[in-house]
């Protein structure tokens, strides 16, 4: 024992007298350990002084002293409270920064949570012990103090070096008293926030300072093996983001635009920017896109039309400039100090720093970098929770810009970043928007028109920003005031409806609980909100009041109001889908309050909104023949996030999900649990794969083209099986300028025990095309010349990384060498002695086959048992497809992929839904000849089975689509029987019923037939399986399940497994039958045995919904789930779900009312509770009990807490 303490006294007193390695050795000792630090005897005066100079910058604020301002300062006597000693006399280093090979987030610093900010620190009693919290960025550790008397004896004047360093402290805001709209409350409202980051410990210091040398590591096998996985894992995708990223910014320092200095900017009402409304006539039909009046960053990440691309690379530009910038520049080193500044007078340590660093891409990119280089570091600052130099960054662009849009967009972008870390600072973010208004003092912004919009859109945002953050009752009542005012502040009338269902979401679903809970008959407050305005212009809005008549039970009012809504114009009805919900669709709404004992609304905890919010304007939502322009960002809640969010709960408690930024470049986007709010920033080396495929549709003319990806190459996990091997793939997705093939797409392979390979996707492909197209020209029947000729001109294309074409007699290569060849000949005849004259491949290359490659991904990856599908485009011929099928179960497999030509043309992905877990192989419809054929392909490729579709019913989205489990193919005949085929051996299934839906749950089918009863199957028997029906599922399935009515719809959703007291698992799931939900539960094991040994499906209640069921949360036994579904058409202008909480007896506990688009992604997780929060706030944040957080359909995150009575588990 006395060993080891020795060696540990040792350290601590090489700590002591090398304060510089404090960082580096942090997270092996305590925080007590490192707080207790003995100043050094030598230099002992020079000590004192900084002692006592740090205490007093850290304790006066920094917002009450202007640049000309000196506070005074003191000296305390030694030993009067612990310090670092940062100065090992005149030799230290005076930098304060790592290298760039040592720049990462290992030098971040993590604030206490709930430690005082400096003014508070200032103003706290003699008797309490204050910790001081530099706010300086520069200055991240902590200083206690033993003592503090606020009357320090011994004072002394500043001396020069101090007073310099106090004016770079305070020199920022003096850009702002040189503005029209300058006001001392603004300034102070601009304060520093609480910033966590995580420190690491000395093992990820070391991994990370190899990241950017992984070669060097053959040359030190003492690295152990885990510290080299470390690596693999930290470097997996750092090499090829970057690579990626220059070749990106090298080819646009090439281009020349008009545009490219301008930022782009969106009004609330416009998903889309400026540029694209950039028409006198658009505007005079659509008054909010004057661009003018745009203050609002543009979401980067959107599916845009071809000709209109160019408007989108500066936003691009940034995107890749800030990534680029984000890795290379250092980090404050917060061991060292700011020392004297030797060569460059007026310039800090760490700028200069930052200007070494980004030498080298000023010199590769001078074009980018003097355009976008100062638009860019505040947000590579902002990435890296350097508010105060991001805070300068954009007031020094605020002082420079002439715009007046620019000018509000970046006093918009300040306090969206102290928004961004910390709620607190929301009333002062609703101050400086109405600042904001100042900033348009131009004589156009005097017009009567234009300022109305710009008052309303202002007003907009303080609304807005009353339904973000902890629901609390002060912002409920000031969100129902302030999205009232905006429904009366002009323009008002025809076209500007739609605002006024942000003031029904926010009553029905944001703070409907809220009212709940102080008494309010909240749906009746609601009504007496919306029902004037109803009459007023927004008829639309009838169809919800009778909703809401429908939740107090009013049966004729509800009735009547939805006669009326029906009375209206046709248009209306287009969003209501009455064949699924019956005449009133919200009848079953009203009888399910009825038969409940008490239906409360749900509670929203909180609200996460990262985006600025896009209030679209009604004209702009969907394409029409004269704007076909549409913007898909659905889903939108971070510039990246998945159509499935993939939400969960981290290691160290952080709430995160499919969300990443791109301006600011931050990966991963960890939020606090109980309050929503950012909870820490991730490492700059560390790779956050995104849970699922990512790719943002990309329309022309209002239909698919293809997938659109990240401008960064963006890992993304498309395959994770069960023995744990893991497959990533990056892929830039569709540019209009695309870089070299060997950069367009790249899988990553990790097995079980560890080892990875890595497979260039896209350089296979092309060296597959490549060697067969010199294949298929040898075997042509041609001259020898001319075989010669085609032949270089597919090496040169295939070396330059240009487009490898056709080689078919009718495509352009043939007849093009052929063409050539006979006007050679011509030649040879006409001269005189009869030379020849070849062919010039080098000069039919440039003038006919420069043109870049193409490599689209035309459907998202395909997963079939342990294989990879995917479906490429990879020329101009829409026929020609490529197949390629990745193996994942060894190393050996992954490295061979299977490649294999198609002619088929790209049909809707309708097997990607029909494939089981269990499937051995997929399916396509091939519909390039005639009769149109399902085929059947297994997983080397090899079409084993080929169906005509005239045997079957039509196939058709939610209504016939066949289904892959293991090597059978199953569908619906054109006699309606369940029809199998494997192995080329058909078989129809008559001793069933004929069958009218089909679908899977596992490896069983699921099934109504045509007579209105629900079947369950064994796929490998066909047999069916017993069921047994609860008795309170009677009221809508009978014991011998008939459910009464043959449904059209019918789907399994919310497949979740459980284990009971026995330890045995069982599933859960719900069939969804038009508006009908059947909750079953059943053996995973049940399929494959014999008839006798088969386990039974129980089904343990059902339920009817107001419209048809979309998302389905199994809880736990005893808390019940939560079902959303909506009686709107998808594509309806006023979309909106419901919310529905249900017990396993099919009661209805709560509702929360009009969410919008889903899916859903909701994450149930029961937490234990945080008593300091809970302490904190009156509210119920920081409480036991169960969240489930979940998209909410209006650009946000919410989370719905459900308490813990609901957590007693049942037997």
């Not at 870089?739 to 367009?744: Q, S, T, W």
């Not at 000849?929 to 090899?942: A, E």
């Amino acid at each position: 024992m006395e060993d080891d303490t020795t060696g540990l006294h040792t350290l601590i007193s090489q700590r002591q007298k090398r304060p510089s390695y404090s960082r580096a050795i942090s997270q092996e000792f305590s925080r007590k350990s490192e707080a207790v630090v003995v100043p050094r005897k030598r230099n002992r005066r020079k000590s004192e002084k900084i002692r006592s100079h740090s205490l007093i910058d850290s304790a006066v604020p920094q917002h009450s002293h202007s640049s000309g301002a000196e506070p005074e300062t003191g000296q305390s006597t030694e030993g009067q409270f612990p310090v670092f000693d940062t100065n090992d006399g005149e030799e230290s280093d005076e930098s304060e920064y790592f290298s760039a090979e040592e720049n990462s987030d290992s030098l971040e610093y993590v604030h206490q949570e709930n430690a005082p900010s400096c003014s508070s620190s200032a103003s706290s009693n003699d008797d309490e012990i204050p910790q001081i919290t530099h706010q300086n960025c520069d200055n991240l550790s902590p200083v206690t103090l033993d003592t503090y008397d606020g009357n320090l004896k011994h004072r002394r004047a500043p001396s020069k070096k101090q007073k310099r360093k106090r004016r770079l402290l305070y020199s920022s805001y003096n850009l702002f008293r040189e503005l029209p709209f300058y006001n001392d409350e603004i300034v102070n409202e601009f304060k520093d926030v609480h910033i966590n980051k995580p420190v690491p410990t000395l093992s990820a210091l070391c991994v990370k300072a190899l990241v950017t040398k992984k070669k060097s590591l053959a040359r030190h096998p003492i690295v152990p093996h885990v510290i080299r996985q470390d690596i693999g894992n930290a470097a997996a995708f750092y090499k090829e983001k970057v690579e990626w990223i220059k070749t990106y910014l090298a080819k646009f320092e090439k281009e020349k635009y008009p545009r490219f200095q301008e930022v782009l900017t969106r009004s609330v009402w416009n998903i889309e920017p400026w540029a694209l409304n950039d028409t006198r006539a658009f505007q005079r039909n659509n008054p909010a896109a004057d661009k003018k009046i745009s203050c609002l960053p543009v979401t980067p990440l959107c599916g845009f039309e071809y000709h209109d691309a160019e408007f989108y690379y500066p936003s691009h530009i940034m995107i890749a400039l800030s990534c680029l910038l984000h890795l290379t520049i250092p980090f404050p080193d917060p061991s060292k100090g700011k020392h004297r500044q030797r060569k460059l007078e007026g310039s800090a340590p760490y700028d200069r720093a930052v200007k070494n660093a980004t030498a080298s891409l000023h010199k590769s990119y001078p074009k980018l970098m003097g355009r976008f280089y100062d638009k860019t570091m505040p947000y590579v600052y902002w990435a890296r929770g350097d508010v105060n130099r991001a805070k300068e960054s954009f007031i020094q662009l605020i002082h420079t810009c002439e715009k007046s849009r620019h000018k509000a967009l970046y006093m918009y972008e300040i306090q969206r970043m102290l928004h961004f870390f910390d709620d607190a600072s929301q009333l002062t973010f609703d101050l400086s928007m109405s600042y904001m208004s100042g900033v348009f003092n131009k004589p156009y912004y005097s017009q009567e028109k234009v300022a109305q919009l710009i008052c309303k859109q202002i007003s907009l945002l303080k609304a807005n920003l009353c339904d973000q953050g902890l629901m609390t009752v002060e912002k409920a009542h000031m969100a129902t005031e302030r999205w009232s005012h905006c429904m009366r502040a002009p323009p008002v009338g025809e076209g500007w409806s739609r605002d006024t269902f942000f003031l029904m979401d926010s009553l029905l679903c944001f703070h409907a609980h809220t009212y709940f809970e102080l008494g309010i008959d909240w749906i009746q407050h609601a009504i007496e909100k919306l029902e004037p305005l109803c009459k007023a212009s927004n008829a639309d809005l009838y169809i919800f009041l009778s909703m809401m008549y429908a939740m107090q039970k009013q049966n004729t009012k509800c009735k009547k109001t939805f006669k009326y809504f029906e009375s209206l114009e046709r248009s209306y009805l287009r969003n209501v889908d009455k064949d699924k919900v019956g005449h009133c669709p919200w009848q079953t709404l009203l009888e399910s309050v009825k038969n409940s004992v008490a239906v409360r609304p749900l509670k929203v905890l909180w609200r996460t909104q990262i985006n600025p919010p896009r209030l679209s304007h009604e004209r702009l939502d969907w394409p029409t023949e004269n704007n076909p322009f549409i913007e898909n960002c659905n889903p939108s809640e971070a510039d990246i996030s998945c159509r499935d969010l993939d939400l969960y709960i981290t290691p160290e408690g952080h709430l995160t999900g499919n969300l990443q930024m791109t301006l600011p470049p931050i990966q991963s986007v960890l939020l606090n649990p109980y309050t929503g709010t950012i909870a820490q920033l991730p490492a700059v080396y560390s790779v956050t794969s995104l849970g699922s495929f990512h790719s943002v549709q990309c329309f022309m003319h209002g239909r698919y083209s293809h997938t659109f990806s990240p401008v960064i190459p963006t890992p993304m996990e498309i395959y994770r099986g069960q023995n744990g091997c893991v497959v990533s793939m990056i892929f830039p997705g569709k540019h209009q300028h695309p870089g070299p093939v060997k950069h367009l797409l790249k899988v990553f392979w990790q097995g079980p025990d560890g080892r990875r390979a890595r497979l260039n996707l896209a350089l296979r492909i092309r060296d597959h095309i490549y060697q067969a197209a010199k294949k298929q020209v040898r075997l042509l029947s041609m001259d020898e010349e001319m075989k010669t000729c085609m032949l270089e001109i597919l090496r040169l294309c295939y070396l330059k990384d240009y487009l490898i074409p056709s080689t078919d007699k009718k495509e352009q290569l043939y007849e093009t060498v052929e063409k050539a060849y006979q006007e050679n000949k011509q030649r040879q005849l006409k001269h005189k002695d009869g030379a020849s004259i070849s062919l010039n491949p080098a000069k039919i290359f440039q003038e006919h086959f420069m043109k870049p490659p193409i490599l689209n991904l035309l459907r998202p990856p395909v997963v079939f048992g342990t294989d990879i599908f995917f479906r490429f485009k990879v020329n101009e011929d829409p026929c020609r497809n490529y197949f390629v099928v990745i193996h994942t179960e060894t190393r050996t497999e992954f490295k061979n992929p299977k490649i294999q030509e198609r002619h088929t043309i790209d049909h809707p992905s309708y097997f990607s839904n029909g494939i089981s877990k269990s499937a051995e192989g997929f399916y396509y419809l091939n519909t390039v000849h005639d009769p149109v054929t399902v085929c059947v392909v297994n997983r080397h490729l090899v079409m084993t089975d080929q169906v005509d579709t005239a045997i079957l019913q039509p196939i058709k989205e939610d209504a016939h689509i066949p289904i892959v489990i293991g090597k059978s193919l199953f569908a619906i005949s054109h006699l309606q029987y369940l029809y199998r085929i494997n192995d080329q051996i058909e078989s129809f299934a008559e001793h069933l019923d004929q069958i009218h839906r089909l679908t899977f749950l596992g490896d069983m089918l699921v099934m109504v037939t045509v007579s209105g009863y629900l079947l369950f199957v064994d796929s490998q028997t066909l047999l069916p399986i017993r069921v047994t029906v609860h008795s309170r599922a009677f009221a809508l399935i009978l014991e011998n399940l008939y459910i009464y009515e043959v449904s059209n719809y019918l789907k399994v959703q919310g497949e979740k497994s459980f284990r009971d007291a026995n330890n045995c698992e069982f599933v859960r799931a719900a069939i969804l039958l038009d508006n009908k939900l059947v909750i079953i539960k059943t053996d995973p094991e049940a399929c494959g045995m014999e008839a006798e040994d088969r386990s039974t499906v129980t089904v343990t209640s059902a339920v009817s919904l107001s419209g048809q069921p979309k998302d389905v949360c199994f809880l736990s036994e005893s808390a019940g789930y939560l079902v959303s579904a909506s009686i709107f058409n998808s594509t309806g202008k006023f979309y909106r779900e419901n919310l529905y909480h249900f017990d396993h007896c099919g009661q209805l506990l709560g509702v929360l009312l009009s969410l919008g688009h889903g899916p859903r992604s909701m994450y149930p997780v029961y937490l234990p509770g945080d008593p300091d929060l809970s302490a904190r706030y009156s509210d119920l944040c920081g409480q036991e009990g169960w969240h489930v957080y979940m998209r909410d359909g209006h650009d946000g995150i919410i989370c719905v807490y459900l308490g813990k009575v609901y957590n007693r588990e049942t037997s």
